[in-house]
């Protein structure tokens, strides 16, 4: 199994709250992805990492922003929760961004009450 | 509008027997694609890929099928065993270049009849 830890692994908060999900990776992987999970949707790309200091927006990133200071490290925040934004999100690692398999961790589930 | 489409929410197989699950595309931009099968409370696992290049790739009991004149791939799963139930999801990625950013289907449940 790909070496990807998820934290926290439950949270339940307030609308309006700032929430942070950590994504940690021991592959020393250049690529790292959040993604969220919903009913209806698949699984569907917030943002990515291309490497250190370098983001970019999938399609689902209104309301979200994201850093990686070191390449092991991916943190997802939501600045302000919203109801909308209840969801399990996973984090994903892959060597680079040419046409392979991206592996995952095991999920954050996120309620916002 | 869904890119990446499993028309079929769900599937029932008998033990030993083959599991078909279906996928639809409607960009021909996307030139790979992937099947993952996903338990619950884990993370989605990888089983097979397929470049746009091919037509068929094989590991041990897992195939997919790939018609790109139809957009459509499948993944045959001989023999069906109990410890195959999940949710399967199929992901396309290279529309504009994109190599790296997968389009997944919205999954089938499979369930695997001891």
């Known amino acids: 199994d790909a070496g990807i830890t998820q934290s926290p692994r439950h949270k339940v908060t307030e609308t309006g709250t700032p929430v942070t999900l950590r994504c940690h990776q021991t592959e020393n992987h250049r690529y790292m992805y959040w993604y969220r999970q919903d009913p209806g949707h698949g699984l569907r790309l917030i943002h990515y990492s291309y490497g250190v200091k370098d983001t970019d927006k999938g399609e689902v990133s209104d309301g979200y922003s994201v850093s990686r200071s070191k390449t092991e490290d991916f943190l997802l925040t939501l600045e302000s929760a919203t109801s909308s934004q209840t969801s399990v999100y996973f984090c994903a690692i892959s060597e680079d961004g040419q046409n392979q398999p991206q592996h995952f961790g095991d999920g954050t589930r996120l309620s916002i009450l | 509008d869904q890119q990446v489409k499993q028309n079929s929410p769900s599937l029932s197989v008998q033990e030993g027997r083959i599991s078909i699950l279906n996928c639809d595309y409607t960009n021909s931009m996307f030139d790979y694609f992937l099947w993952y099968k996903k338990y619950p409370a884990e993370g989605p696992t990888f089983l097979i890929s397929?470049?746009?290049?091919?037509d068929k790739n094989e590991d041990g009991r897992f195939t997919v099928f790939l018609n790109k004149s139809a957009k459509h791939l499948s993944l045959h799963i001989v023999p069906s065993q109990p410890g195959d139930s999940a949710v399967y999801f199929c992901?396309?990625?290279?529309?504009?270049?994109?190599?790296?950013?997968?389009?997944f289907g919205t999954g089938t449940l499979l369930a695997v009849q001891p």
């Open positions: 397929i470049s746009s290049i091919k």
């Open positions: 992901a396309a990625s290279g529309y504009g270049g994109a190599t790296n950013k997968l389009i």
